[in-house]
Structures are given as C-alpha cells and as structure tokens.
C-alpha cells in the first residue's frame, strides 16, 4: 500500500466533467458544470444545516434517496436560496432538462448552486448552456471544473491522492470551492470528491462524515453558515478495487480522503476573503473535544482577535479573554497555557514572565501562525483553522452585489 501527494487533479475512471460559460451572472464567465458519473456510482453527501437550505439542497437531497445518480449539475453567480416554492420548481426543472438531453430519470441528476442568495435562477440561460457543456465532458476536466463552481474565490481548489489497494491502483480527486460565509455546520462550501474504488454505500457515508468532521468541519473565515453548502463523496468502482470495512486497505483509503478533504479545506481558508494570515487555533487538554471546539471557535470567531493578527500585534489579552467568555464550567485558570508558535504568553493565570513584547511581535509578523491553548483539565485536544479579518474583508462583502 502507498499513498501518493500529487499537485494536479488526476482523473478518475468513470468520471467526466464539462464546463460553460453560461451567463448565469456574468458574461464570458465560467459558471456552468455537468459531472458525468458512470452507472452504479455511489455517493455519499452531508449538507448544510441552514434552516433556510436553498432549494438544490432540497432537490439533491430527494434525488440521493431515489437513485444513484448519473449527473451532477453545478451552478455558479445565483445560490436558488431564499427563492421560496418557485426556487424549488426551478431547480427540478433543471435536473428535467438534463435528464432529457441525456435520457436519464430527473432523480439521477443532482443540482447544485452557488452565489447570490434571494435572486431567482435563471433557468433559461442554464438551461441553454446544457448541450454546450456535454459536449465538453472529458475525463482530465477537473481542473476546469474546479475554476468553474468558483464564487469570490481567487483560486482553484483541487487535491489528488493515488493509492494502492489488494495490488489495484486508486484515484481519489477531489475540487470546492468557498472564501467567505464560511462556518462548520457539516461541510460550508461545495466540495467533490470521486474514487474509482467500489465502497459499500453505508460505508461510503461513514468514511465522508469522519473526513468531513477532521477538514470541512474544523475551518471558519466568518463564522457564516451558508444555505447552500453540501460535499459530496462519489464511488465510481472503475478501477476494480474495493474498500473493505475493516484492516490495512480500509485505514489506507480513509487516510487518502480524510487528506484530500484537509488540502481543500485549507485551500478555503487560504483563499479567504482578504485574508493575510492562516491561522491554526489548537486546544490542549480539554475534559471532551466539544469543549475544546468550543473554546477554539471563541477564538476564532472574534473580530478582536482577527483584526490584531491583520495588524500583526501581538495583543494577547484578546485571547485571554476568549477562553475566559467560552463558558467552560469551574475552569482552572491558574492551569491555563497559551502560546503563539513557540513563545509562551500566558501561565499560571497571568503574562508569562519570561514573554516579551517583541517575541510577539515577531510571531505576528509571520504569515502562518498557531495559537495553542492547554486547559489543564484533561487529554482531549481539537484544532481548527480560521484566517485573520483585514480591510478587504469588509470591501470584498460590501460590494458583493454591485
């Protein structure tokens, strides 16, 4: 068995993608793919938990309790979200559309969007765009596809690993996108990865929700949930091997999607908006790891603390006072540690003696940058990923509609 880190997307078998400009939005703009998927693909998927899902959640969510599907159907410059009963007949006559140019059930199409929330979808325009991007299906499309669902994103994000299983080469390909309205809540973004490994379809969703949990699920730029965020994990079993439930096979191809489900996860958040800095936030000897997430995400969800590290000042007290509004029970803080890379800022319940002002500042001045907390109450540990909030932050979101 081997795991290979390649840089470019490699194709998998049984998968071919076609990508348009469709003027969803905007003119001479990549904004429409179709993902071909050969028959008896499995798919795993987690979406958003965003009361107001948009109605391509709704859909895709029915279709995947129907039928395996044959075809995704991915749209950039309009979310369908907020567009009430209307938004939801749009979105099945998208899928319809397909299905009828490609003689398939409207069930084996899976619909998905991204962009404005609150607009209606231009259904005719998509629907137009549909024989052009056939006809460009073709297997090494993935990085085209990757540029394709971006939004305010600034660049692609794709991710490969090859492998071996029983002796049989395994691709698993992977592309999302997302830069803002960025919040766990199962996935925040769109995210795609295929294998061309077989996989039970219960085991399927069990190796997508653990590799969800350890990437997708553990990074925020803005502590936004969106209403259209949805990964899915898609199994053509082309290339003849399969993924037992168990031993050496099975932890090797978990480990190659939990990686690729980590590289695009932080791809989002060095591609945050405005981001400068990529932040890890570690907590250390937390009771459970839900309090530790929780304590992370007081830090990493705090303009105090975002802003100091875009102004690359080493203002600690922020994140003293972070861990101290979390809402930990009966906290130690005399048992409290906080470091920024290797410099300790905080012991014993106070400024460490030995810290001082330009240790700080010579952290803050790097571009990649972890802030560990220890509790002191037990050996649970989480770590998550966030960015700092800088002045393009507020302008990239200000002018987002005009």
């Known amino acids: 068995m081997r795991i290979e880190d390649l840089m470019e997307p490699l194709i998998v078998a049984g998968v071919r993608l076609g990508v348009v400009c469709a003027g969803i939005r905007y003119p001479n703009r990549r904004d429409l793919v179709v993902v071909e998927l050969a028959a008896g693909t499995q798919a795993a998927a987690v979406f958003t938990r965003n009361a107001f899902c948009a109605a391509p959640v709704t859909v895709a969510r029915a279709h995947l309790a129907a039928a395996n599907p044959r075809y995704l159907l991915i749209n950039t410059g309009n979310a369908n979200a907020g567009t009430g009963r209307q938004g939801l007949i749009d979105a099945e006559a998208s899928c319809r559309a397909l299905a009828e140019q490609t003689d398939r059930q409207p069930e084996e199409v899976l619909p998905f969007s991204t962009g404005v929330i609150g607009e209606p979808l231009p259904l005719s325009r998509l629907v137009a765009g549909l024989p052009s991007a056939l006809a460009a299906l073709r297997p090494d499309g993935w990085a085209d596809a990757a540029a394709g669902i971006m939004t305010t994103d600034t660049r692609s994000k794709s991710a490969s690993r090859r492998l071996t299983l029983a002796g049989r080469e395994v691709t698993v390909t992977g592309i999302a996108k997302g830069a803002g309205m960025i919040r766990p809540d199962m996935a925040t973004m769109l995210a795609f990865v295929a294998t061309d490994a077989a996989v039970d379809p219960v085991l399927l969703q069990q190796i997508l929700v653990e590799a969800v949990a350890g990437s997708f699920n553990a990074i925020t730029v803005d502590g936004d949930t969106s209403t259209n965020d949805a990964c899915l994990l898609l199994a053509t079993g082309q290339s003849g091997a399969s993924v ?76 003293l006072a972070a861990v ?35 240790q700080g500042q010579s952290v803050m001045a790097r571009p990649e940058i972890t802030i560990r907390v220890g509790l002191g109450r037990g050996e649970a540990v989480a770590r998550i990923w966030t960015t700092d909030l800088s002045f393009d932050y507020v302008r990239i979101n200000a002018e987002y509609r005009t």
């Open 324 to 358: 101290g509004r979390s809402g930990l029970d009966d906290l130690d803080l005399e048992r409290v540690t906080i470091h920024l890379d290797e410099i300790g800022i905080v012991r014993n319940g106070g400024r460490a003696p030995d810290y001082t002002e330009e």
């Open 244 to 319: 037992p439930p168990v031993g050496d096979d099975h932890s090797c191809f978990t480990t190659a999607v939990g990686e690729v489900c980590v590289e695009l996860a932080q791809a989002i958040i060095r591609d945050g908006e405005g981001a400068t800095k990529f932040i890890t936030v570690l907590v250390e000897g937390g009771q459970d790891v839900a309090e530790c997430r929780q304590v992370a995400y007081t830090i990493a969800h705090s303009p105090l603390i975002k802003t100091a590290f875009f102004a690359c000042d080493p203002n600690w007290g922020r994140i």
